[in-house]
């Protein structure tokens, strides 16, 4: 009876260690929302750090993919990682409740390497305080195969989205239907990636969805240039240069792209750097990556990319700061695969010349604060613009009429 | 007088841990839900930061214009096609299980087992092997009809608007098939064989036997199959979510991923529980009706 009684008080108390060990002994957390697999250089970077600081150990924890909300409950109840990688787009929503560490203070007290000339800050930085700071960046670039685009006398990639059109649709008649031109994932969900080549046409067009307008917002494409988008992107599947399967598919990394890309009967397509590595790495052939139609214009192309913040239950936030700062060093660069948000980093890091066409593009990208903070959120937009697109696609809707809904729900969406 | 009393409290005192239990588990959570219908609150914020919303949250659902198209949705494709179809090929299923022929070749407990191993394929897992079956250009269901010549070029079932629902019931009635068809097999197993050997005898055929004595055993246990499916099936959101999310354009959205949206992409708890006390309100409609149906047909009978 009495080892029974022991055994239940001993259960009982798990849990409660389990807290107490969380804090009380040292036991700091580091979250990332990256595949396991892309995060190997992260781990790297991470054991550096706590080989360097036994006084300060960090563990990384990996919850992919990115849920933020999954932070905030954390974060809300007195809990969560104390250091979190974060999106650059979800900083807003952690700073508005004050979730998260401000990070001024740190900043100006023991200034991380390369932090003076980030890029993107203004996605970081809310109410005039900075919540989190910038760490790595990326775009999409155009992704492609030499040698079919050679075999059609192609020798340069398109520059406008007028000649890749104009080019794709040419691959895809001198091979007979065999090589779709320009491929590109056009499911209707909230994720596809459909939607950085639209909002990239747009502002190649001088035109975005939704603009400020001192404290408000409002609608700032017309329902002609909508439509304009909408008959481009849909020349694509009518002149059956892209295969009609892509209409179900989310991701530029799906086997069926990377697939094709390998068996060379995709000639186009575009990618973040991950996704392009994971692909070279994954077929025979030479890839190649070139910016975006208009991809060296300013403002043409989206910055992306993350952002490092500090939980604001963070006991010891210069500690988390000092980790922070590692993360952002040239070291944890030379074992972490990505284009560091420090732009003086970034010229110190060796870049593999088949990814020129990201590098030659992010000096001209801009991050999508020119959407951050309206009453309608980004994954709202993504999601509306995403399925008035696909139900052009796929013939439920004439362009006309998907932009004359799509520009209601905008507008719906700002009076919210 | 003190044994008394608390042999008459006993009952209540005995039941209470369970009773404990459901208020825990099952009412808190309902009643947040409804508390939540009439707030405003985003997942970033704490629940003591939430705003009052009166009836907005409700008008707005019917402002939006995509929720009768995401009802209807729910009702027709998801639901009623995928219990129809289960509900019919199941029934052949659990019959054909408990033949003569099966158990004459020793082949029940084989064919049992292979019946339930869509039941043993986690749904996600499922539904991404549904995903690469039906691939538009490197689908084995395409490579195999391309192959035998049945058609020249790959269909993108799930790239078109005539194909995506059947391609979302095909995975949904594949994959849940196998509990209508074990609850059925349970039902015929549960009919005594004297009631066929007296119905041999007054000269019944295997058709008047059927009609006289399998469906009016089963009728309870179909009752309760059809309600479970029904409400599992109409609330269900994973199978919609992860084939196509709500598209193509919104051909396939339903309340469960209207829902979804509403509450995580337009960050609105709120919205997201009335869509949620709506489909609970219709569920419960559903089952008072359905039950009160078939009740009275069972006591006129």
């Known amino acids: ?416 | 007088m003190i044994a008394s009393r608390l042999r008459s409290a006993q009952p209540y005192l005995l039941s209470a841990p369970a009773l404990l239990v459901i208020g825990l588990l099952f009412l808190i959570p309902s009643v947040y839900n409804v508390v939540l219908a009439f707030q405003h609150l985003t997942p970033y914020q704490s629940p003591g930061e939430a705003e009052a919303a009166g009836l907005e949250n409700f008008t707005d659902l019917w402002s939006s214009g995509d929720l009768p198209h995401a009802a209807l949705n729910t009702v027709l494709w998801l639901t009623a096609a995928t219990v129809v179809l289960r509900l019919g090929i199941g029934l052949g299923l659990a019959l054909a299980l408990e033949s003569p022929i099966l158990r004459r070749w020793r082949l029940r407990g084989v064919s049992r087992t292979i019946i339930l191993i869509p039941w043993m394929v986690p749904q996600v897992v499922a539904i991404a092997a549904w995903r690469w079956i039906l691939d538009g250009s490197t689908g084995v269901l395409n490579q195999a009809l391309t192959g035998l010549g049945v058609i020249d070029q790959g269909v993108p079932f799930l790239a078109q608007t005539s194909t995506v629902w059947w391609s979302i019931i095909a995975i949904i009635v594949w994959r849940e098939l196998p509990f209508v068809v074990m609850v059925l097999v349970a039902g015929l197993q549960s009919i005594p064989a004297e009631q066929y050997e007296a119905a041999a005898v007054d000269g019944a055929g295997r058709w008047a036997s059927w009609r006289s004595v399998t469906v009016p055993h089963l009728r309870p246990v179909l009752t309760v199959v059809v309600l479970v499916t029904v409400i599992q099936t109409f609330n269900n959101f994973v199978y919609v979510w992860l084939t196509t999310g709500g598209g193509l354009g919104n051909a396939t959205a339903v309340l469960a991923t209207e829902l979804y949206s509403a509450a995580f992409f337009d960050n609105d708890l709120g919205a997201g529980a009335a869509i949620g006390l709506l489909m609970t309100a219709i569920m419960a409609i559903f089952a008072v009706v359905y039950l009160r149906v078939t009740s009275t047909k069972g006591e006129s009978r």
């Open chain 1, 1 to 416: 009876m009495r080892r029974r009684t022991m055994l239940a008080a001993g259960l009982a108390a798990l849990p409660l260690a389990g807290c107490a060990g969380g804090r009380g002994e040292g036991r700091r957390v580091f979250r990332q929302f990256d595949p396991a697999d892309q995060a190997t250089g992260l781990a790297k970077a991470v054991k550096a750090w706590n080989t360097e600081h036994p006084d300060y150990t960090v563990t990384m924890e990996t919850l992919s993919p990115n849920n933020p909300q999954q932070f905030a409950r954390e974060a809300n109840a007195g809990s969560g990682p104390d250091i979190a990688q974060l999106a650059f787009t979800d900083v807003s929503f952690m700073a508005e409740p004050r979730i998260l560490t401000p990070l001024d203070r740190l900043m100006s007290s023991a200034p991380a390497e390369g932090q003076e000339d980030l890029l993107a800050t203004d996605m970081t930085t809310y109410d005039r305080q900075s919540w989190a700071i910038p760490w790595t960046a990326d775009t999409m670039a155009l992704v492609f195969r030499p040698d079919v685009l050679e075999k059609s006398g192609v020798a340069d990639t398109p520059e406008d989205w007028e000649e890749l059109a104009e080019v794709s649709a040419r691959i895809t008649k001198d091979s007979g239907g065999d090589v779709s031109g320009f491929v590109f994932p056009a499911a209707a969900q909230y994720s596809s990636a459909q939607w950085f080549p639209i909002n990239y046409y747009l502002w190649a067009h001088g035109s975005q969805l939704i603009r400020a307008d001192g404290e408000s917002w409002e609608v700032a494409v017309d329902e002609q240039q909508l439509a304009d988008a909408m008959t481009y992107f849909n020349t694509f599947f009518t002149e059956r240069i892209t295969p009609a399967a892509m209409q179900a598919v989310t991701d530029y990394g799906d086997p069926s792209i990377v697939g094709a890309l390998g068996e060379g009967s995709c000639a186009m397509t575009f990618m973040p750097p991950t996704a392009f590595r994971a692909a070279r790495e994954s077929i025979d052939a030479e890839l190649m990556t070139a910016p975006m139609p208009c991809g060296l214009v300013d403002g043409a192309t989206h910055l992306g990319g993350r952002a490092l913040g500090i939980n604001a239950n963070c006991e010891e936030p210069e500690a988390a700061w000092a980790f922070v700062s590692h993360l952002l060093s040239p070291e944890t660069f030379e074992l972490y695969p990505q284009y560091p948000a420090s732009a003086a980093t970034l010229d110190r890091v060796d870049v593999d010349p088949s990814e020129r066409g990201f590098t030659k593009q992010l000096p001209h990208a801009e991050s999508f604060a020119r959407y951050a903070d309206a009453p309608i959120t980004i994954a709202s937009l993504q999601e509306q613009v995403n399925q008035q697109f696909s139900a052009v696609y796929s013939g439920q809707s004439e362009p006309e009429d998907a932009s004359h809904k799509l520009l209601d729900a905008l507008a719906r969406g700002l009076e919210e």
